[in-house]
């Protein structure tokens, strides 16, 4: 993996930023020899989210202040004012140029004039190197120092037009989840209603079919009595009949005994 992955601001967003150790816009494009050849200017992402490292200017962009700050010169630069690309100018702390850029030590919160000759004042300060450095200063660089305080202005917006997104996504998403949960509820309280209501009728039914078994119960009850008296009827008049047969039998005996 090198030391610089670059990505257009088009995919410019806090999970790019996350992914990503810098980003860049290859309309800001120059290829002047200053290390970089791929026609962007990148932001190299720090340890702390508070800080930017602009290896084509050697200074840090805070991300609080929206500001640029100088870590040679010890001061900031005006808001939405991006230094000039500079060379021959070491990486702050021995930075060897790979992995995350170290974070800036001592800020002080001195501002610089965006007019100042830079090269003057770092040679005022007795820096060994400061004697090579010189800054770009052809017709485009206006222009590249515009577009990259855009592209510094923009990660602002675009963080909190991600954060707005995302909140506006969790709204949906609790909304869709409070809608599925109310739509579940009522199809559990519809299909218990519905089994509640089967459950009446059938027991309905139930009760249907007991208050007939029972009916017929007494109906035969009630017939099997009928029967059971009949037959008692029929028995006790048999019996009579029986009797009164052997009685008349006895009576005719003794009169053919008498005679």
């Not at 050849?37 to 508070?50: A, E, I, K, R, Y």
């Not at 001195?110 to 003057?120: F, G, H, I, K, S």
């Not at 770009?136 to 675009?158: C, T």
Request: with cysteine; charged share 20%.
């Amino acid at each position: 993996m090198t030391a610089f992955r670059l990505l257009k601001p088009a995919l410019f967003g806090a999970a790019a930023l996350v992914l990503s150790s810098c980003y860049y816009d290859p309309s800001y494009g120059y290829n002047d020899g200053y290390g970089y050849t791929s026609g962007g200017v990148s932001f190299v992402h720090t340890s702390s989210s508070n800080w930017f490292y602009d290896p084509a200017v050697r200074c840090y962009y805070d991300r609080r202040r929206s500001c640029y700050y100088d870590p040679y010169l010890y001061g900031y630069y005006p808001r939405g004012y991006t230094p000039r690309p500079i060379y021959n100018c070491p990486h702050p702390y021995g930075w060897n140029g790979r992995g995350y850029a170290p974070v800036p030590r001592s800020v002080r919160g001195n501002y610089l004039n965006r007019n100042a000759d830079r090269v003057a004042q770092l040679q005022a300060r007795n820096y060994d190197w400061a004697r090579q450095v010189r800054v770009r200063n052809d017709a485009n660089v206006a222009r590249w120092q515009a577009n990259q305080a855009q592209a510094a202005a923009n990660y602002r917006r675009n963080i909190q037009q991600a954060q707005a997104r995302n909140q506006s996504n969790l709204a949906r998403t609790q909304a869709r989840n409070q809608r599925n949960l109310a739509d579940a509820r009522a199809r559990n309280q519809a299909t218990a209603q519905a089994n509640q209501n089967r459950l009446q009728v059938q027991q309905q039914i139930n009760r249907d079919r007991m208050d007939q078994q029972r009916r017929q119960v007494q109906q035969n009850q009630a017939a099997a009595r009928q029967r059971a008296a009949e037959n008692r009827a029929r028995n006790q008049e048999n019996l009579r009949a029986a009797q009164e047969k052997n009685r008349q039998r006895l009576e005719e005996w003794k009169r053919q005994r008498a005679n």
